[in-house]
């Protein structure tokens, strides 16, 4: 114990939603490898990807959502004419966006909807 309290997700919304989209990515990849999230005003980019690349984008999609789905979010699979996949995703409090699988890793892009 360090003395310093931890952040509440009330304080911190971006590292609520960091987290649990860096957890979705990880059930689908876990060795996934994360460059610096972004996030300006309300809005956020998180992605991760497998540097093995082992794994094809429906299936990378397919265990992030099932993970998400299992831990409250809302998940509606969208439709592609491509390789790439990709699904609206949402959970009150926390966010909401799109997660898609491209070049077989995955990308969140949406906005950050803090507790209240």
Known sequence: MTGVP??????????VL????RAAIRAAAPGAVYPDDEFDADSARIAGWDPQETASNASLLRASTE????????VAPEATD???RS???S????????LYASGRGLTFTGSVTPLR
């Open 6 to 15: 931890e952040p509440s997700r009330e304080t911190v919304p971006e590292a």
């Open 18 to 21: 960091s987290a649990e989209i």
């Open 67 to 74: 993970y998400l789905a299992e831990h409250g979010w809302r």
């Open 82 to 84: 491509s390789d790439d």
């Open 87 to 89: 699904a609206r995703v």
């Open 91 to 98: 959970k009150a409090g926390v966010g909401r966006g799109r």
